[in-house]
């Protein structure tokens, strides 16, 4: 994705999502804040690279050239306490590692919540130990230039979701999403209520014996598209087994 703006240009400011909204995601997963919003903005194929983590933060943006993660550095420069830093690059996935040892320490240091990068990361065994929540699309020992500016602090498309400065984005061990902000209280409102759903009413019922096959009612789904239960083994002729 290319930005209207010359290259180089980094924007040092972002929207700030309230205290209030911030706070809401703290105990809201992953998986309910995408099903909240219909299936929708989950960032797609990034993994943890550092287990146990589930943050919420505002999205700083760096959109470099391919080949260069020079203004994933510079935005090291603007982020700060609680941003959550999206990578990606003008081509989208890279090969090659963007990200470090140093590069967490760093972002450790200034305090930001996380970071998700469309690229590779190195010093896999640093990265743990230093345990600041990062999420790529995997390990690779591959360098990256550090010679050409991008862009910081612009809407980027980073897994095929849309980000933009000062959007909600909640990460944790199954992935990442990303919130519009404006939309943020009503799909925390919503996500809370599905949770709520999950652990008063599915949760119980599964623990007594239930199937989530006739919980979800997902039985109703099954012989409008043609499902049945036949009443043999696979092998058995027509004249031997009966449909039930």
């Known amino acids: 994705m290319t930005s209207l703006h010359p290259r180089g240009t980094v ?16 105990t809201l997963a992953v998986a309910s804040v995408h099903e909240a919003m219909g299936q929708r903005n989950l960032l797609r ?3 943890p690279l550092a287990s146990g983590a589930h943050v919420v933060g505002r999205a700083v943006t760096a959109l470099d050239l391919s080949g260069s993660n020079l203004t994933l550095h510079a935005m090291l420069e603007v982020a700060g306490p609680g ?5 990606t690059s003008q081509h989208g996935p890279v090969d090659s590692a963007v990200w470090g040892a140093n590069v967490s320490e760093s972002a450790a240091a200034r305090g930001l919540a996380g970071a998700v990068i469309e690229g590779h990361a190195r010093d896999i065994a640093d990265i743990e130990r230093v345990g600041f929540p990062l999420w790529a699309l995997g390990v690779t020992p591959a ?7 991008g862009w910081g602090n612009v809407p ?7 980000v933009r400065p000062g959007d909600l984005v ?13 939309d943020a209280e009503w799909v925390a409102e919503a996500a809370a209520a599905r949770d709520l759903r999950e652990t008063t009413t599915l949760t119980p019922r599964v623990r007594e014996g239930k199937s989530l096959f006739a919980v979800r009612e997902w039985a109703g789904n099954f012989p409008a598209d043609g499902g049945h239960f036949v009443d043999a ?6 004249t031997e087994s009966g449909e039930k």
């Open 143 to 149: 360098a990256t230039g550090k010679t050409r500016t």
């Open 83 to 87: 941003d959550f830093l999206v990578w």
């Open 156 to 162: 980027v498309v980073c897994g095929g979701a849309y």
């Open 45 to 47: 194929g990034v993994r």
């Open 233 to 238: 083994e696979w092998n058995q002729s027509d």
């Open 11 to 26: 924007f040092t400011r972002a929207p700030q999502p309230s205290e209030k909204i911030l706070r809401a995601y703290e």
């Open 170 to 182: 909640v990460a944790d061990g199954d992935g990442v999403a990303v919130v519009p902000l404006e």
